[in-house]
């Protein structure tokens, strides 16, 4: 019974979920907030920046290997496949969310990793190959799948993109001339 109690304190924390906030007053507006909710028991983590139009919610689905993000102010979901070798595992997002939540800032180290993608101009008609967790965040929403251009350069073409800035980790630009504004 003693052994059945310390395996159940020991293994809570790994399968639960958690929520961290992050009060963001280095954006363009002066304030914001990012959040993180972590659920290990179904692989999925969940990333909501709070900035008025600017807001947005990232589902980044481990399981699937699928992300998506959803922009209020296009009114569109946008799914791409997870670079492995750039997003942070969950176990690592787990640490790093954690680390910049303690400091109250960005970490003081390496800037953070990039990622840009080109957003294909036709809407995406079955979600279902994406997961149960994208479905549910963007039945009912136009969605667009976008794919990762290696070696792109943001200044080619910054003002026809979609920035999210992911806790000082991960910047990712979602970029096409194609999305409505």
């Known amino acids: 019974i003693v052994f059945a109690g310390l395996l159940g304190i020991f293994l809570t924390p790994t399968l639960a979920g ?41 589902l980044w689905d481990y399981g699937s290997g699928f992300a998506v993000i959803r922009s209020f102010k296009k009114k569109s979901c946008i799914v791409h496949k997870m ?13 790093l ?27 995406v008609n079955n979600l ?10 963007c039945q009912g929403i136009p969605t667009y799948m976008a794919e990762e251009i290696q070696g792109a350069n943001l200044i080619l073409y910054p003002e026809k993109c979609i920035k999210v800035d992911i806790l000082w980790i991960l910047n990712i630009a979602l970029c096409e001339e194609a999305m409505e504004n």
């Open 97 to 123: 969310a954690k680390k910049n939540k303690l400091q109250g800032r960005g970490p003081e180290g390496p800037p953070p990793k990039s990622l840009i993608y080109s957003v294909k101009p036709d809407k």
């Open 18 to 58: 958690y929520d961290i906030n992050v009060n963001d007053n280095n954006n363009s507006g002066g304030s914001g907030q990012q959040s993180v909710s972590v659920n290990n028991e179904h692989g999925v983590a969940n990333i909501d920046n709070n900035n008025g139009w600017g807001s947005w919610n990232s």
């Open 83 to 95: 670079n492995k070798e750039v997003m942070p595992s969950i176990q690592a997002l787990d640490m």
């Open 128 to 137: 279902d190959q994406f997961g149960k967790s994208i479905v549910t965040m």
